[in-house]
């Protein structure tokens, strides 16, 4: 089955920088892209970014662009979000989602999600 | 790229129908055919509902419709259940071939 583990829950301080890891399983790591998406506490879901696991290509939000990071290790099967020089409007919930099969352009399985804390 | 425009909330009583609007550009709605539709329930990782516009993933009850006219998209619930209380967001493929999600829209059951 199709599982998407996250890394564990993050408190850092502004202007740090934090990597959150994503472990796929049970698919093709390579055959797939893989998306973030970040929700802060009551608020919309956000896209930040995705990657093409095969080549290693990505694309990243406009609004992240120049701070955010996506990479991944193809021998581990895990994606990585690094984001930078953090304030505390990055506290949020942090998704990694893999990319639906066959070009639906949707985001079909879904990690658990990891809580980036940034405080002083 | 602005997020899509979707109400902040709608409600409706047991057994009847509800749709959620989903407003963007010619750059990403208006421009494809690759809207999602996402169910959120509180705490929890979102869950696909429709991707295309109108096709339900496997498992997915058919009382979830999509459709899409011009640069809006809909998603419509129907018989509604308790358990449909939810948070909804639509999500689009863009010109960029970037993502981009809607406000989300809190649905109650009455």
């Known amino acids: 089955q199709v599982q998407l583990v996250q890394s564990g829950a993050e408190v850092k301080k502004p202007g740090a920088s934090v990597k959150v890891s994503c472990k796929a399983s049970?698919?093709?790591?390579?055959?797939?892209?893989m998306h973030w998406v970040r929700q802060a506490p009551g608020q919309r879901l956000e896209w930040m970014g995705w990657i093409n696991a095969g080549n290693g290509n990505t694309r990243y939000s406009q609004k992240f662009q120049g701070r955010v990071t996506i990479t991944r290790d193809t021998s581990a099967s895990t994606t990585y979000m690094e984001l930078s020089r953090l304030i505390s409007e990055d506290t949020a919930v942090y998704y990694c989602?893999?990319?639906?099969?066959?070009?639906?352009?949707?985001?079909?399985?879904w990690g658990q999600g990891t809580l980036v804390t940034v405080s002083s | 790229q602005s997020a899509l425009t979707q109400p902040a909330s709608v409600s409706g009583s047991p057994g009847q129908s509800i749709t959620i609007f989903c407003t963007g550009t010619?750059?990403?709605?208006?421009?494809?055919?690759?809207v999602s539709w996402y169910q959120q329930h509180p705490g929890k990782a979102p869950k696909l509902m429709m991707y295309e516009v109108n096709i339900r993933p496997s498992g997915v009850s058919n009382r979830f419709s999509g459709s899409k006219s011009g640069n809006t998209a809909s998603l419509t619930i129907s018989g509604l259940q308790a358990e449909d209380e939810a948070d909804y967001y639509c999500n689009s493929y863009t010109s960029s071939a970037t993502r981009v999600f809607g406000g989300g829209t809190k649905l109650t059951v009455l």
């Open positions: 989602a893999r990319d639906a099969a066959g070009a639906k352009k949707a985001l079909d399985y």
């Open positions: 010619s750059s990403d709605v208006g421009g494809y055919d690759y």
């Open positions: 049970g698919f093709t790591f390579t055959t797939y892209a």
